[in-house]
Each structure stands twice: as C-alpha cells, then as structure tokens.
C-alpha cells in the first residue's frame, strides 16, 4: 500500500509537471501572452516549489510523512479546480504559484517515503519510483493532444480529479508516523548548510532542474515556433521526451546495482549537454522527436539518482537534506525560466536562442558530476 501511495503521488507530479508547457500554447491564444509572461507564469510556480522544499523537510521530519504528502495533493487539487477560472495573467500566475507548493511537498514527501522503504537498494527504487513521473509526464500532453482537442479546461479538470483521488488514497493509507525520536534539529542546519557533498549535489540539481523544467514548459512552444503544429509538438513532448524519461529509467535501474551513482552521474550529464544541444539543430518533426527522445533517455537518472546519494550520505535528516537538495532544483528552474523568455524575447522563435541555457547547464553539470567522483 505504501509503493502505491509514493507511485500515485509522483505519477500526479508527473502529471503537473507537464502541465504548464501543454496548457501554455493554449493560454497564450488565449490570453495574447508573450514568452516574457511565459517566464514570469513559470517563475510564480518555481517560487511555490522553492518555498514548499524549503518548509516541507522539517515538516516531515517532525509531523511524518503522511501530514505532508495530504497537504501537498489538497493544494494540487485546488489549484487544478481554480485555474480553468483564471481571467488573465496575474490569476494563472498567483494559480500556478499553488500548484507549485503542492508539487514541491510531494516530490519531498514520496522520495523520502520510498527513500526509508529500501534504503539497501535506494538508488534503484527511486528510479522504478521515477519512472511513474515519467509515466505522468507522457500522459497530460498525449492525453491533450489526442483526446482532448488541446483543451486547457478539460485538461486542468481531469488531472484535478485523477489527484483528488490520490488524496483519498493517501487519507486512508498507513503511512508510518514519524519515529520516536524528533529527526529534524534546527541546531544541524548549520551543518547540513555546510556540507560540501550535500552543497555540490544541490548544485547538479539546481542545474538538472534547469534543464528538465525548460524542456517540459518550454519545447511544445518552441516547436510550435519553428513551424510544428501543435497536437504533433505535444506528441513529441509526451512520446519523445516523457518517454524517454520512461525508458530511461528502466534501462538505467539494474545499471545502478553494479555500477556507482556517481559514475551514472557523469555519464548522465555528458549526454544532457550533448543531446539538448542538437535537439535545438532542426525543425523537422521526425528529427526534433527522436533528439528530444535522446535527451529525455540522458536525463532519466540524474534527478531519483542524485536524491538516493543524499540518501546515503544523510541517515539522519534525510527528508530535510533531501528538501535542501530539491529546493535547489527548483532555484534553477526559477533562474532559468525568466532568463529563458528574456533571452527569446517578444518573439516566440527566439526560443530556440533561448534554450541554449539547457546544453549549457549541462555542461555546467559535467564539472559538478567530477568533483562528486
């Protein structure tokens, strides 16, 4: 009951991280939105995430697991019901801004919760675990694309529903309580904060984030600029990227047995910096789907797998290591989206300039992998 809680909860975070980049061509019709709006939309949700992980791993530590990921799927759930009400940019801004606090608190909570499930195979389980994000994240745009004629509402609706059932079943789910003993210490912050391995896997995450989040919000419009149509560049969102994710995963967890995290790192990120680099070399549908399957493959690992070593390196406060890690990832996603539509512009084909930041961040990312060796 317990991997089905987790599953269903990073299944419905995969589900809203894809949410944005499918329902932003549609509100920008909508609403005659331009990539900066864009940016400062994804910027009000990164904000959300930011202060959700920073909250979310003392919340944990000291209240249990179980008090997080319900309060976490409520926000979800609320925010999916209000944002088909939205009347403009600030509303869809001040709506994604929830969305990101309930998404921020589950991503700690199920992590941490599958983390302390199998701590012998830790690294392993978070990437089966992750592999339902990827699931979710293929789901929402493919769902758009071919069932919902690229409907916002319907689409807010329904992933709405499928997380209000997530919430009952986490209700009613016998999440341990936390132990005895208080994990979370405000006199060990200080230790944490100063912790140069925790300091430079936060540093891979604030730059992984910066990447993965790019792509899902901003590739279906950068495709879309270049002259796809739209339900053929969400398909490349979900069964390109998304799937890649999928496959990643799975080809990536029986590796991580035999072979060290950190060298699955490295490895990782080289092809991040390679494959976001020519993804962005072409406008043809066919081409753009299988480098943006590439990319989604390189960047299966890097998020589940960074978390499982701070796993192992923190026995002792790990959902609030764990939340200093994420929260660094969602720092990058907060630096990176404004820089994003900045650097694009009033133009929706500057996007391709644009998201140079990601083969970029993934270079950064080879630096940061060898100083973990």
Known sequence: MLIVAAILAIFVYGMIAAMLGTILPDLSKRFSLTPKQNGTIALAQAIGLVIASLSVGPLIDVQGKKVGLVLGLALITLALFLLPKSRGFGMIAAYLFVLGLGGGIIVTGANALVSDIAPETRATTLNLLNLFFGLGGLATPFISANLLARDSVKLCYLVAFLTLITLVVHVVAPIPPPAGVVQFQVSQMGDLLSNTGLLLLSLLLFLYVASEVGIWNWLARHLIAQGIAESRALNILSLGFALGLLV?????????????????????????????????????????????????????????????????????????AMGIAITCGWIGLAASSPLIGAIAGSDPRGLKRGLLVLPAAGAAMVLVSLALL
């Open 248 to 320: 990643g995963r799975v080809a990536v967890s029986p590796i991580l047995i035999s072979v060290p995290a950190t060298q699955v790192l490295l490895a990782a990120s080289v092809l991040i910096a390679i494959t976001t680099f020519l993804m962005l070399q072409t406008s043809k549908p066919g081409a753009a789907g299988f480098l943006v399957f590439l990319a989604g493959v390189a960047m299966a690992p890097v998020f589940p797998t960074t978390l499982a070593v701070v796993g192992d390196r923190f026995s002792q406060m790990t959902a609030t």
